[in-house]
């Protein structure tokens, strides 16, 4: 059977890597980028065609892929005349791989269904190389029927792929995840800037805390950073760790509830971007902790 041809919008560390895998797998791409065009130009050198606008991509495409950073950016690629939703043919299937709202998933799902399509949101854990590789972890969610037309893709692209549910469910559970992760990451960090404070060796710290039930792969990156100096091991910006904290926090509003446990972690975020740390890695929190503490 002749592979689906596939359209690529987003092609930052993540989309590029995705779309290098897709080509190596022998699928025919089309690409969309954004003010970075070196994604693009790198899958254009491999074979992709350039699409002028959401629309053209669409109408040239069996499944559309969108890995963006808000949900802004896509409710923008998928509304409007030259929006995705316009161009596209009964029967394509629209993938939202990033980590966005759910209200604004289902909303867009909801015009996806009434053009003859279908959206399913499936954001991925893991990181670039493993998008390059063809290991990601996709959270997957939506019809099911759409989904397992899609599955092959998805198996091509990612080493664990689930279906989790309904449309929404996916970035829901990935927000959950991503709340988990970065308060877990900024207790860690406070953790090894208050034992400075204290006069106590960052080591001694860790090796009691990880001795007992505390120790985690999170504890892990932080300590890869605090004692190693090595802050790749947890490669996502205090950036978007703070959009995703954000997004949780939102999430909980929109079904009626109020989270206690993101506050601290929003506030530490968006105090340490507004000091300039927006583009630090996550691990690097620990140099705002210690400078807060006059460590």
Not at 278 to 292: I, N, S, T, W
């Amino acid at each position: 059977m002749a592979k689906p041809t596939i359209g690529f919008i987003g092609l930052g560390l993540m989309g590029r890597a995705m779309v290098a895998r897709l080509q190596d797998c022998g699928y025919a791409v089309s690409v969309l980028g954004n003010r970075d065009r070196s994604g693009i130009e790198e899958a254009t050198a491999r074979g992709a065609v350039e699409a002028a606008s959401p629309a053209q991509l669409a109408r040239a495409s069996d499944i559309v892929m969108l890995c963006m950073g808000t949900s802004q950016q896509v409710e923008a690629r998928m509304q409007g005349t030259d929006g995705i939703i316009a161009g596209l043919r009964p029967g394509t299937v629209v993938i939202d791989f990033g980590t966005s709202l759910p209200g604004s998933t289902r909303t867009l799902g909801e015009m996806v269904a009434a053009e003859g399509c279908t959206m399913l949101d499936a954001p991925l854990g893991r990181t670039p190389s493993h998008g390059r590789e063809g290991k990601l972890n996709i959270m997957g969610a939506g019809d099911r029927t759409a989904f397992d037309k899609v599955r092959p893709v998805l198996d091509d692209l990612g080493e664990n792929v689930f279906h989790l549910g309904p449309l929404g469910t996916g970035h829901t559970i990935k927000l959950i995840n991503n709340f988990f992760a970065m308060t877990t990451a900024n207790a860690m960090s406070e953790a090894f800037a208050m034992a400075d404070k204290a006069g106590v060796p960052r080591q001694a710290l860790y090796d009691v805390m990880s001795a007992g039930p505390l120790h985690s792969g999170m504890m892990d990156f932080v300590k890869a950073y605090a004692i190693d100096g090595d802050a790749q091991k947890l490669a996502f910006s205090i950036r978007n760790a703070s959009k995703d904290v954000g997004y949780y926090a939102q999430m909980a509003q929109d079904m009626g509830a109020e989270s206690l446990m993101s506050a601290c972690a929003r506030r530490a975020l968006a105090e340490a971007i507004d000091e300039g740390r927006g583009d630090d890695l996550v691990p690097q929190m620990v140099e705002f902790y210690a400078a807060r503490f006059g460590g």
